[in-house]
């Protein structure tokens, strides 16, 4: 069974940093795309950032441009979001999913999605 287990989630205070990793198994990452969403308490889900995990390729929201950094390790079969410079709208839970679709951004073309974890952004 295809699964993704995100890690790394936690407090920080503003100007903090944090690394959700985003690690796969029952399948390999090659071919796909990994996308990264959040969803803050009570807003709905959000596209943060894409990556095709062969190529590198990637894509930044706009709110995040500068600040987040995704990354892989292939031999891991993982892909790491880095995330500088936090602020407290940056609240949320945060999934990551993969796509065959290039660069996707919605939701629907993602057909395996991890759990989430939480991160608060917090003095």
């Known amino acids: 069974e295809a699964q993704l287990v995100e890690s790394g989630g936690g407090l920080v205070q503003p100007g903090g940093s944090l690394r959700l990793s985003c690690a796969a198994s029952g399948f390999s990452f090659d071919d796909y795309a990994i996308g990264w969403f959040r969803q803050a308490p009570g807003k709905e889900r959000e596209g943060v950032s894409c990556m095709t995990y062969t190529d590198g390729d990637r894509y930044y929201e706009d709110s995040v441009k500068g600040r987040f950094t995704v990354s892989s390790d292939h031999a891991k079969n993982t892909v790491y979001l880095q995330m500088n410079d936090l602020k407290p709208e940056d609240t949320g839970v945060y999934y990551c999913?993969?796509?065959?679709?290039?660069?996707?951004?919605?939701?629907?073309?993602?057909?395996?999605w991890g759990q989430g974890t939480q991160v608060t952004v917090s003095s």
């Open positions: 999913a993969a796509t065959y679709t290039y660069l996707a951004t919605t939701e629907a073309a993602f057909p395996i």
